[in-house]
């Protein structure tokens, strides 16, 4: 199995709302990451969890809050956002090792209203 | 300070033509480079990945890159173009230092009939 599910695939949330993304993976990965990608842009990364512990935050604002409850789980939850938060969300997935390949969701389509 | 650089935004190709997309790399160290391929509203999905054991390497769906370290470049290339390579394409760099990937803007790839 060397899928990375993300759900929702589609979301629409209002400012107010609190809404909450999930990621899993099912292949022994140690490394979980998060990344925004807005169109005709490369991803951009949010997060970085390894061994379960959050180790890379790239100065993300607080209204996303990662958790990793579980070596094969990932959410992101979502709160008080903006409309220019509307973009693709990625998950992905690998060894924590340097030359370990990425392997990604298929992302869940955010928009803020 | 790792990143990659893609000249250009746009190839355009014709059906079974060759394909030659660029990417230069810039790092302190010996990098751990990968191309991967996004089509449209999905994630991204590994094509080929450089880790030093081979300087040609091959992927997926009929592509190969070279490294070549005299020229600090990782070009992907595919002797004839397909309808179904139509797609952005991104070059990453990793370094190892965390499992950070780092991406460059991309490029996207047009096949004519």
């Known amino acids: 199995d060397t899928e990375v599910t993300q759900t929702p695939k589609h979301l629409v949330m209002g400012m107010t709302n609190k809404k909450s993304l999930k990621c899993e993976q099912h292949m022994g990965h140690r490394a979980m990451y998060w990344y925004k990608q807005k169109a005709k842009k490369p991803p951009e990364l949010m997060f970085v969890y390894s061994y379960e512990k959050l180790s890379i935050n790239e100065s993300v604002p607080s209204r996303f809050s990662p958790e990793c409850p579980n070596s094969s789980l990932l959410n992101l939850h979502l709160h008080a956002l903006q409309p220019e938060d509307s973009a693709l969300y990625l998950c992905a997935s690998s060894q924590d090792r340097g030359w370990a390949e990425a392997f990604f969701g298929q992302g869940t389509r955010l928009t803020v209203v | 300070a790792q990143s990659v650089t893609q000249l250009g935004s746009h190839v355009s190709v014709s059906e079974g033509a060759l394909v030659l997309l660029r990417c230069n790399y810039s790092?302190?160290?010996?990098?751990?480079l990968f191309w991967y391929v996004q089509y449209p509203n999905q994630g991204l999905q590994l094509l080929l990945k450089y880790t030093s054991a081979a300087t040609l390497v091959k992927g997926i769906n009929g592509f190969e890159a070279e490294f070549k370290k005299s020229e600090t470049s990782f070009h992907l290339t595919k002797p004839s173009a397909h309808m179904s390579d139509a797609a952005e394409y991104f070059c990453?760099?990793?370094?190892?230092?965390?499992?950070?990937?780092?991406f460059g803007k991309g490029i996207t790839l047009s096949v004519r009939p």
């Open positions: 790092s302190s160290v010996p990098p751990y």
């Open positions: 990453a760099v990793n370094t190892g230092a965390n499992s950070k990937l780092t």
